[in-house]
């Protein structure tokens, strides 16, 4: 890694009281250790369950309750942020660090002009007038590429196509210039075609600030991303360069992903999907979380394997593929 | 807000439809209610004077005649003269309107000023021990009858503090009381309405958003749940407004308010029909006329709503 960092992670623990009353936690972000440079692009890629979301929304003092921070730190600029109180977070979310969600339909207040939002977010962090809000507020919209900003200030979010209240997401989360951005999942909502354009406008906006992007679209994450870390089950269990993570899987449930994305191979025989289902983030799991589903399973996967160097990268695998492997 | 005439015309015919529906109601149960002559005439009249008074108001007519001639008049607000002074019952009713309107509008204003923020504070944190403390206090006002808290006023502020008069109509100081009395009918219950829509309100992803953007809790609440919160509550004050006359009947018999709800309660009494028909009228029409404005400031207020007509 090189630059500057401006974000780390350290052994973090989210933890959440068990549904079923018994007073136990389970840890939905279970020792997740990540770093962040400047200007970088980090993708974090998992199925629904894997604690990616967690870990975003912790980034950000967001963790929904009951659950919190039970271990570890987190370091914004080297700004401890985990024990921060709610009124610090609130000055540092949407000026050093902001977030893009999934769904920018539910995401952006029905009753609320884009341009109220906008102004709103401006002058929560910077003491200036409405008339100067505004102007930067027009900015925003026309950085992210939106057509007749004058006319968008004044529209509602229905008003608005999915792609363009995505872009409205966007301009939200960069109004400020926060020099983090985490984007959540930010073009599962949208077709396709939208999906690219959208793809294209975080990595052209994103010259300056560093992005943690979240998804478990391993296709999305190899567009934007030069690190790549693959969660499962709250953990890091692979993480590297985009590219060797791509071509060289060394964790097995990383091949298995790679397998179950659709392309134009036609060579390729047929979709392979990974047998069984994640194991519920609830259960407690000895061991290696991914054995149940893992051909190379063997009696030493019922140690919990740590994260270790592996051929250039880190694995968290007993058995992990040799160099010369290749993905199915 | 875009004008639609397909649905103006829509909304008069289900006026049209609504009002005939109450005149004939009106008519025939003026019908049920026995010999309108008899009552008329009282019960020391002769049968001479009962049989005038038929051939005067029509009664010995045919059912249908009379029904007919009925619209016919309804149609130019001739509701007839009151039995009890010979007035003409409509110019009789719409005197009290004004009162009435009056009183409404207040007790309105006075729930909107007591549920908003409280029940934006209750619903803001709603396991916070005090909030739960408020609801339940909350709950147990809405089951207090409207005339009780009427009266508990009236022994505290007119009788013990001697503050506000009890009685009467003249005056800022006389409206206090009844308002407080009517806007006890519907703050209770629109509170809990305000608290259960922002504490729904706040578990929305726009709210993560704004959070995200750096809101703090007093902008959240105000700024992004509660315009939310309001929409639900709105379409409440629209659909009690005819629950509040009904109050209104109790509260303006109580403070001696010269109002519909006081004059149709004495019309009632004396088996006024002239008086009772015109009253139900008006009333129906002021019902109808603030559903209407309800729709339309629901469209006004709900920006999803407002490329549809009214």
């Given amino acids: 890694m090189s630059g500057e960092e401006v974000l780390s992670v350290d052994d973090l623990r989210v933890s959440f009281p068990a549904r079923n009353g018994s007073g136990a936690n389970f840890n939905a972000v279970d020792g997740v250790s990540l770093s962040l440079a400047r200007g970088e692009t980090l993708g974090i890629v998992g199925e629904s369950g894997s604690g990616k979301t967690m870990l975003a929304l912790s980034a950000m003092g967001l963790v929904p309750k009951p659950g919190r921070i039970t271990s570890g730190s987190i370091t914004l600029r080297n700004r401890r942020i985990d024990d921060l109180g709610e009124r610090d977070l609130c000055d540092l979310r949407g000026r050093e660090i902001g977030m893009v969600f999934q769904d920018p339909m539910t995401s952006l207040n029905p009753v609320r002009r884009v341009g109220a939002l906008l102004v709103e977010a401006i002058r929560r962090h910077n003491k200036v007038g409405k008339d100067e809000a505004r102007c930067r507020a027009l900015d925003a919209l026309r950085a992210v590429g939106i057509p007749s900003p004058e006319a968008r200030l004044r529209a509602y979010p229905h008003e608005l196509s999915g792609g363009l209240r995505q872009r409205v997401m966007i301009a939200l989360a960069l109004v400020n210039h926060p020099p983090v951005i985490i984007a959540d999942e930010p073009t599962t909502a949208l077709d396709t075609t939208i999906q690219a354009q959208i793809l294209g406008l975080l990595r052209e906006r994103l010259s300056d600030a560093a992005l943690i992007l979240i998804t478990h679209d391993l296709g999305v994450a190899a567009e934007l991303c030069d690190r790549i870390a693959v969660m499962y089950y709250g953990r890091i269990v692979e993480a590297g360069s985009a590219e060797s993570i791509l071509s060289r899987p060394r964790h097995p449930y990383t091949a298995g992903l790679l397998a179950a994305v659709p392309n134009f191979d036609f060579g390729r025989p047929t979709l392979v999907p990974i047998p069984g289902a994640p194991p519920d983030p609830s259960t407690p799991v000895n061991g290696c979380a991914f054995q149940e589903r893992c051909q190379r399973r063997t009696p030493i996967c019922a140690t919990k394997p740590l994260l270790r160097e592996h051929t250039g990268g880190l694995v968290a695998c007993a058995h992990p593929a040799e160099e010369e492997t290749i993905h199915a | ?310």
């Fill in chain 2, 1 to 310: 807000m875009s004008f639609d005439a397909r649905a103006v015309v829509r909304r008069i015919g289900v006026l049209a439809v609504f009002l005939l529906s109450v005149v004939t109601l009106l008519f025939f149960l003026l019908q049920l209610t026995g010999d309108p002559a008899e009552v008329m005439v009282g019960d020391s009249g002769t049968p001479e004077q009962l049989e005038q008074v038929r051939k005067q108001y029509g009664f010995d007519r045919p059912l249908a005649e009379q029904y007919v001639r009925y619209l016919v008049n309804l149609a130019q607000f001739d509701f007839g003269v009151s039995f009890a002074n010979d007035q003409p019952a409509f110019s009789l009713v719409m005197d009290r309107v004004g009162p009435t309107l009056l009183l409404t509008f207040l007790s309105i204003i006075a729930t909107l000023a007591i549920a908003v923020p409280l029940g934006a504070w209750l619903g803001a944190r709603p396991d916070a021990p005090e909030r739960i403390a408020g609801g339940i206090a909350v709950y147990i006002a809405q089951g207090v009858p409207g005339f009780v808290a009427g009266l508990l006023m009236i022994q505290l502020f007119a009788v013990h503090l001697r503050w506000l008069p009890s009685i009467g109509h003249e005056g800022v100081a006389t409206w206090i009381l009844p308002t407080l009395t009517l806007a006890s009918f519907l703050a209770p219950k629109l509170t809990r309405v305000v608290a259960a829509n922002v504490t729904e309100a706040m578990r929305e992803d726009y709210i993560r958003t704004a959070r995200a953007s750096g809101a703090g809790p007093s902008g959240l609440l105000w700024r992004h749940a509660l315009p939310n919160a309001l929409l639900g509550a709105t379409a409440l004050v629209g659909a009690q407004f005819a629950f509040l006359i009904s109050g209104a009947v109790i509260t303006e018999v109580i403070f001696a308010w010269p109002g519909l709800g006081w004059l149709l309660v004495k019309a009632t009494t004396t088996l006024d029909f002239p008086v009772i028909q015109a009253a139900v009228f008006v009333i129906a029409v002021l019902v109808f006329a603030v559903n209407t404005l309800t729709d339309v400031l629901f469209r006004f207020i709900d920006p999803r709503l407002r490329t549809k007509g009214i």
